[in-house]
C-alpha cells in the first residue's frame, strides 16, 4: 500500500516554516548570503519537505487519527525554491503485536531526484 501528497515550496513556505521553527538560518532567508554558499541561492530547510509526510500518514495512510510515534530521516539533496516536493509512504511492516505499522518514506523532487528518505513508524487509528 501507498499514498503519496505533493506540493510546490514557494518562498511564503520557506518564511512561514522559519517562523514555526525558529531557525532563520541565512542560508533560508537571505539570498546575497545564499549566493556565497555551495548551493549559489537560497534553499528550503531540510524539515519542510519532511514535513510533508504528515499529510500522508494523517490522512491518507493509515488515516485519520493515526500517530506518529518514531520518525527517521536522510536528507541526499537540496530542495530549492520552486521545487515540487512529492511525499510518498509505503506500508513495509505491520507490527502486530504493538499494533504498529511501519512505512518507508521517500521524498522526490520534480525531476525524480530524491531529495530525502526515511522510514516512520506510526500506531494507526482503531476500527470500529
Not at 33 to 46: D, E, L, V
Not at 55 to 77: D, I, R, S
Amino acid at each position: 500500500m501507498t499514498a503519496s501528497f505533493t506540493k510546490t515550496i514557494t518562498e511564503t513556505d520557506v518564511y512561514l516554516f522559519a517562523g514555526i521553527s525558529g531557525d532563520f538560518n541565512p542560508l533560508h532567508m537571505n539570498e546575497e548570503y545564499a549566493k556565497t554558499t555551495a548551493f549559489g541561492t537560497r534553499i528550503a530547510h531540510g524539515a519542510l519537505p519532511q514535513s510533508l509526510i504528515a499529510p500522508v500518514l494523517g490522512m491518507k495512510l493509515p488515516g485519520l487519527g493515526t500517530l506518529a510515534v518514531e520518525v527517521q530521516c536522510a536528507f541526499k539533496a537540496p530542495t530549492f525554491f520552486g521545487d515540487t516536493i512529492t511525499a510518498k509512504a509505503t506500508v513495509e511492516e505491520k507490527q502486530a503485536e504493538h499494533k504498529r505499522v511501519k512505512l518507508r518514506c521517500d521524498f522526490t523532487n520534480q525531476h525524480g531526484q530524491l531529495v530525502a528518505t526515511g522510514w516512520a513508524v506510526v500506531l494507526p487509528p482503531r476500527k470500529g
